[in-house]
């Protein structure tokens, strides 16, 4: 067995059905995107394979379901270390398809196999409910069961993780899955079920399907007995989900776009936000939707704190993810560098100044140089729109209450920074600024043991935490007549 290795060693060129690795003859190639060359291939898949991929998971799940928590929980702690021990091959294959840094790949592989962890240990803490009585004779009991089959969908900055924080509640639940993942990423996706196919979740209970993404889609939202749709991606696709899933009422979890603000009082620990920003910023080259996207400075100490930015900025180094040092790797595809080069174009021409960066980068098409923008003002798209790409903007603010009104000015609402010492500052922040998660002198905040999720048009629930079983639980209420 392969247990260090290469991106080889655990990549996979069929789609996971029934418990059989499957293709039909009609494939899609994968790339890298550090050096745009073909890494693979996966099925081209449908609506028939789609189906057959629902009925084995709901067929699967009868059994899965009534085994007791204590059974679920040892097979997704066996995920969780196998995924730990191949934790370098996965990490390689991670980077090759998605181009991230080897050590956030790495990082990324950790994180998603502490989903199984922790949502093993919470499979048993499914607790129901005994309510007293309302009439003499009457006795209320609240079950906590599982939604069904859930059909997931999930992005390519995140290959594990976005999968992982759905797949292992689910499962922990008794629910069974069928798993569209990015075409972009499809290898991580792959691995991951041949590695709980190992680790003995039942055959059928866990598919991956991969092909055209709009006619699995439709088959999810159609499908009588997917119960629910859980997906993370883009504001534009959950809102196409959300319609589709009216006609049968499925529930819904929906992980869309963010817009952070990262906002820097006068107070601060000026060293402290820096590399906060950086880390918020800069990570997986600025493709996270928790990524600061809008910085927000106070006015006296703007000068020092653009000054310290662009010294660690211009510390970043840019390459390819493979090669050890390297902070910064492309961009997914040239379309999100385009969007970065707008970005920057919009508000130069309205003004900004380009700081440091705001050019491709000498490594390939799809590199763009790190990039930090100063005099930036509202009305820029910049602040509007989610620059998914290595850009940070730079606007002066005067008084608290303008912070926190420009930090609301937007239609997303999943993650916000700040940083401050004053307690009633803090406070006064946090209260006010809508957004599911705050980061108050952090730059990093995801782990598996809180909720990830966000208001307004960045979605609905939260996924992670004691929360994030929930959202694959329906409560059954009993009333019972005692006579
Ligand atoms: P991103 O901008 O992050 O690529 P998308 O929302 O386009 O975000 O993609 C996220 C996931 O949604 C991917 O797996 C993609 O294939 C899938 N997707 C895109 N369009 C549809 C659709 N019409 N129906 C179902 N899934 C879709």
Request: aromatic share 8%.
């Amino acid at each position: 067995k392969n247990v260090v290795g290469k991106g080889n060693d655990v990549k996979r060129e069929q789609c996971f059905i029934a418990g059989n690795w499957v293709s039909n003859g009609e494939w899609v190639s994968v790339d890298n995107p550090a050096t745009g060359a073909i890494i693979g291939r996966i099925p081209s898949l449908g609506r028939p394979e789609t189906r057959k991929a629902i009925e084995a998971s709901a067929q699967a799940m009868q059994d899965w379901a009534a085994r007791p928590a204590n059974a679920r929980a040892v097979i997704l702690q066996r995920i969780a270390s196998l995924m730990e021990q191949r934790s370098d091959a996965l990490a390689a294959l991670l980077t090759e398809e998605q181009g991230k840094p080897l050590a956030e790949a790495r990082g990324e592989i950790a994180y998603a196999a502490s989903f199984f962890q922790w949502f093993g240990e919470e499979a048993k803490r499914a607790y129901g409910e005994v309510i007293p009585g309302h009439m003499a004779d009457k006795r209320l009991f609240v079950l906590k069961q599982p939604v069904g089959v859930v059909a997931a969908i999930t992005p390519w900055n995140f290959p594990a993780a976005m999968i992982t924080r759905k797949l292992a509640p689910a499962l922990a639940a008794g629910c069974g899955m069928v798993l569209k993942p990015s075409e972009l990423t499809p290898f991580t996706a792959l691995a991951i079920a041949g590695i709980a196919d190992e680790a003995g979740v039942p055959k059928g209970l866990f598919n991956v399907v991969t092909g055209d993404a709009a006619e699995i889609g439709a088959e999810f939202l159609e499908n009588p007995a997917v119960r629910k749709i859980s997906f993370t991606g883009s504001t534009a696709v959950g809102r196409l989900l959300m319609q589709g899933a009216a006609s049968s009422i499925k529930k819904l979890s929906l992980e869309l776009g963010g817009n952070a603000p990262f906002i820097v009082f006068d107070d601060a620990d000026l060293d402290a936000a820096v590399e906060g920003a950086i880390q918020s910023k800069y990570r997986n080259a600025g493709q996270t939707c928790v990524c600061a996207n809008r910085f927000y400075i106070q006015s006296g100490i703007y000068d020092a704190f653009v000054e310290k930015m662009a010294a660690a900025v211009s510390r970043l180094r840019v390459g390819n993810g493979a090669d050890p040092g390297t902070d910064i790797g492309p961009l997914i595809d040239e379309r999100a560098v385009a969007k970065v080069k707008r970005h920057i174009d919009d508000a130069a021409g309205k003004g900004a100044r380009i700081v440091l960066g705001g050019t491709g980068a000498p490594q390939g098409p799809r590199f763009f140089t790190p990039t930090l923008l100063r005099d930036v003002k509202p009305g820029m798209d910049v602040l509007r729109e989610e620059t998914f790409g290595p850009l940070a903007p730079l606007v002066k603010f005067d008084a608290d209450a303008d912070a926190i009104a420009m930090a609301n000015d937007s239609e997303f609402g999943l993650a916000a920074y700040f940083y401050a010492r004053d307690i009633n500052r803090i406070w006064r922040a946090a209260e006010g600024i809508e957004s599911g998660i705050i980061g108050i002198n952090t730059g990093l905040i995801s782990t598996e043991v809180a909720p990830f999720g966000g208001v307004k048009q960045s979605g609905i629930g939260r996924e992670g935490s004691r929360h994030g079983l929930d959202e694959y639980l329906e409560l059954k209420y009993l009333c019972l007549s005692v006579a």
